[in-house]
């Protein structure tokens, strides 16, 4: 079985139409999505509309549910730009996709950790920046999980690592944005340090696992313009860069 795992498109929508195209060459026998669908400045509608129409199996991110929610964000923040686009069906799809799904083959997939929308899994944060976390704090945050396969999103890092118990676990990065910076104590900054869309192909044969981390470009010019437009010139350097703007000193 060939399974294409998505996450954290950030409603890029070029981005997105440029990974199922590269998609449509490799193949693959299903997809799943693993959340944070809409939010940014970007074409959250468009990109919703695209996610309803194709029906992926998709797990609830973080973004999701915060935008999902009333809440009283600056229509220029992420996740008001996106509520205020997004029609009242379309925040109730978001509001319902499942925390977590348990898919054919042994596969567990979630956003970030089992439990938690909004805790990384395979990083800690260090000196301002994510790093990864050693094998045995994996292990515990994996605490009940017994699937051989966990998929994750969250951190926009593509990672695969082998947990000495044999467990998998994959982070595919971000389609639509390949850095942030997050404010919240202790503030961190996430930088894949190009501006490709990623996703990653995994590969089940029996016992047998092979995954694919694939970086495609896109025409990112596009959605920095977008970005510029709207607004958001943070997140115009980090759709251009893969990195995040340099503190103000």
């Known amino acids: 079985m060939r399974l294409a795992v998505l996450a954290d498109i950030h409603g890029n929508l070029p981005a997105l139409e440029a990974v199922l195209a590269d998609l449509g060459r490799r193949g693959a026998d299903a997809v799943v999505h693993l959340g944070d669908c809409v939010s940014g400045p970007l074409w959250p509608r468009e990109t919703l509309e695209l996610l309803v129409a194709k029906g992926w199996p998709t797990v609830r991110g973080n973004h999701d549910r915060w935008v999902s929610e009333d809440g009283d964000d600056s229509p220029l923040s992420s996740d ?12 109730a799809w978001l509001g319902d996709l499942p925390m977590r799904l348990e898919l054919p083959g042994g596969i567990t997939a979630f956003h970030a950790r089992p439990e938690d929308d909004n805790a990384y899994l395979l990083e800690d944060i260090e000196a301002g920046r994510l790093v990864q976390a050693r094998a045995d704090t994996v292990a515990a945050r994996l605490e009940g999980v017994s699937a051989r396969i966990v998929l994750c999103g969250h951190s926009h890092l593509p990672w695969l690592l082998r947990l000495p118990d044999g467990r998998w676990i994959l982070n595919p990065g971000s389609i639509g944005a390949p850095a942030y910076d997050d ?60 990195f995040s703007l340099p503190p103000v000193s």
């Open 80 to 91: 008001g730009y996106a509520r205020r686009e997004i029609d009242a069906a379309g925040r």
């Open 183 to 242: 404010p919240t104590p202790p503030a961190h900054v996430s930088e894949s340090g190009s501006p490709a869309a990623r996703y990653a192909i995994l590969e089940l044969d029996g016992d047998r696992v092979a995954a694919e981390l694939i970086a495609i470009p896109y025409d990112h010019d596009r959605a920095v313009r977008r970005a510029a437009e709207n607004g958001r010139s943070d997140w115009a350097y980090q759709l251009a860069t893969g």
